[in-house]
Each structure stands twice: as C-alpha cells, then as structure tokens.
C-alpha cells in the first residue's frame, strides 16, 4: 500500500470501504467472545422501511458492500427481503451468520446471485473445540451450512474463526476444511470486547502462539484473508499484506441493530458512539460530520510506540483491545509482540476496565441441534 494512499485512509474518505451492519441481536446461540453480547432482540431494531432507507443512502454515498451481522441476521423475517433490496440498488451484501438457516435451498439461491457472499463462522476445527465456544451442535450445524453451499455450486464462500489459544494449532485444520469445500478460510482477532470481555484472559493466544500464527500467516497468506485483523503482529518482521493502522471511524464503521452507528465494530461503547441514523441528515451526516470521527480522522501522536523500531508496521496495534483492557489509547496494545503491553496491562486495577454496551445476552446458552421452531425465527425473545 503507497503511503500516498494510506495518508488518504488516516483522514477519512467520504464513504466507508467497509461498513458493519448489525441487523439484530436476537441469536438462536451464546457464544462466549461475541462481541455485541447478542441473544435476544431489541424491541427498538430498525424496521424494514427503515433499513431500505439507510440502504439508499449507502447507495447515494457509493458504499461498494455491507458486512451484515448480528446476532445472527437470518433470523429476521425480511432478512432476504433487505438482502435482495441491496442488490438491487448496487449495494454488495457479504453476510456473517452461524449457519442454521441455510437450508438446500437457501444455498442454491445464494450460489446463483454475483452480488452475495456468505461468511459460516466455526471456532474449532473439531466440535469439541468449536461448541465449547459457540454452544452444543453449532459445529454439525455450521459443517452442515458448509456442505448445502458446496452442493449447491457455491465456491469460493468464508469460513470465518476468531483466533483462541484453544483453536490456534488448528490453523491446517481449518484450511484443510476451507479447501474441502472450496471456500476460503478467513481468521479474525479475539477482541475484549461484548462478552469477549470477561473471556479474554483465558483466551487471547499466549506470545509464543502469536509467534506460530505470524509465521503461519506469512508463510499461507496469499489464500487467507484476516479482515487486517493482525496488523499489531507486523512488529516481528514484514508488515503483514492489508491495512495495518486503526481504521475505526476512517474507513470501517459499525451500525448496530437500534441505528446507532459507532466507530468500530470492536468497540461498541458509548465512548465510541458517533451518533444514530435515525437524527436528522442520517447515516451521511453521522459519517461526514460526527465530532468523533472528526478526532479520529485528525492527526495522531501515537504516544510512546512512536519510539519503537516497529511502528510503522504495527501503528501501536488496535484501539478497542487497548481501551477493553484499561489501557491508554496512545499506549501500546495489550499483545503488544515486543511485550510492552504486559506491564501495564498487570497495573490496570481490577474491576476498573469499561464495560461494552449494551448487553442482550439470554441468561440460559441455547444449543441448537435442529432449526428454530416458527416463533423463534424472528424474535428469540421466548
């Protein structure tokens, strides 16, 4: 990437490259790391007209594709409704989901469009390993998700896992699965953020697996994305190929289930909140006028790390792991690779890190061993 172009990306551009769409915290799972704590649904989500209206606006702003999550977004009622609506207003829809709703059929649709990708998301290359993350039956589920797209003809479909030390010596696993079905393996970061918060300690890779997955990474990189997930580990060598700076509020942004659009995906906190569609002037003004991306989008001092030898390949690592663990902003990150994060990271008082916000975790985890009866399809609220 010529610096040129990343000068461009450090102000902001008039619309994001990448924009995270939550459509629902309702959830049929419980998974321990999810970063929006999803489970039931707000009662106060966009509507469908709503959500058509914030779909011309990306339109009008030429947002290229929308990542929609949640939660689990099929299980809305007008999931494909608002699906096919983006396609038809040339927005490109990429959409993260567990897996139980796509059915024979269901893939066959998806593997005749140009304009859809679908994302399955497993935590273990093994079901032992998955469903202590993301609850029973969610890795029958996700490889029986993965089979119907292959039958179907789609190639080239995600496989999206989030880095544990529990799942990190799987990585050939996962490829190997990935190449199974012709799709691509996509690895993602463990953030401290949603319910991840309380599981980080135990969960984050130890350094030496940091070590194994930097050296993985450039050795398979070329056939697997990371969603620039990584940037922080460019501190061991080479900057690793993708963004490697904090692109919250500059180029990425986060719109979850209520309109309320936050810097990033990673850190849904009332700190990081820009505003809410719904106010006067939309999704539009919120990007181009909010105070915070104002800040965000202005020039950096990138604190002590501008002192290290490897701050061009890292840029002081990702901002909502260092703001989740009760670290300075300008401080170094939290798997900082040089082990500057340890110290002040064993300083930080307990009970003193913020809390994500807000929380709609069911109380009970929910395995899922067939798919939701009827009513459960569109409000788990039951």
Avoid at 23 to 42: E, F, I, K, P, Q
Avoid at 144 to 158: D, P, S, T, V
Avoid at 242 to 261: E, I, S
Wanted: overall charge negative.
């Amino acid at each position: 990437m010529t610096a040129t172009l990343l000068d461009e990306f450090e102000l902001g551009l008039d619309a994001p490259i990448c924009l995270t769409w939550e459509l629902t915290y309702a959830c049929n799972l419980a998974c321990t790391h999810c970063l929006s704590s999803s489970g039931r649904r707000d009662p106060r989500e966009l509507t469908t007209a709503e959500c058509k209206s914030l779909i011309d606006e990306f339109e009008r702003m030429q947002v290229f594709y929308v990542n929609i999550g949640g939660g689990e977004p099929t299980v809305r009622g007008d999931f494909w409704e608002l699906v096919d609506y983006a396609t038809e207003h040339h927005v490109g829809v990429k959409f993260s989901t567990n897996g139980v709703k796509i059915t024979p059929a269901i893939a066959t649709r998806l593997a005749a469009s140009d304009y859809v990708d679908v994302q399955i998301s497993i935590d273990g290359a093994t079901a032992e390993v998955n469903d202590a993350i993301r609850g029973p039956g969610s890795f029958a589920t996700a490889i029986r998700a993965m089979e119907n797209l292959a039958a179907a003809g789609m190639r080239g479909f995600k496989i999206s896992v989030v880095m544990t030390r529990h799942n990190i010596d799987q990585l050939d696993d996962f490829k190997a699965i990935a190449d199974r079905y012709d799709a691509q393996l996509r690895i993602t970061r463990l953030r401290p953020a949603g319910r991840g918060a309380s599981v980080w300690h135990e969960l984050h890779p130890l350094p030496e697996q940091q070590r194994a997955l930097y050296d993985w990474l450039v050795a398979n990189g070329e056939s697997v994305l990371t969603g620039d997930s990584f940037f922080h580990l460019g501190a061991y060598g080479d900057a690793l190929p993708g963004l490697n700076l904090c692109g919250a509020g500059r180029v990425v942004c986060l719109v979850d289930p209520v309109g309320d659009v936050y810097a990033c995906p990673f850190a849904i906190h009332e700190q990081f909140l820009a505003g809410n569609i719904r106010n006067p002037g939309g999704f539009e003004t919120v990007w181009r006028e909010s105070e915070l991306f104002t800040e965000l989008r202005s020039p950096q001092t990138g604190g002590a790390c501008t002192k290290c030898s490897s701050y061009d390949a890292c840029r002081g690592g990702c901002m909502a792991a260092k703001f989740f663990t009760g670290l300075p902003l300008d401080g170094p990150d939290p798997e900082c690779v040089k082990g500057r994060g340890e110290q002040p990271l064993a300083a930080v008082p307990p009970g003193t890190t913020p809390r994500p916000s807000p929380d709609h975790s069911r109380v009970v985890p929910v395995a899922i061993t067939r798919r939701p009866d009827r009513a459960c399809d569109t409000s788990p609220l039951a």
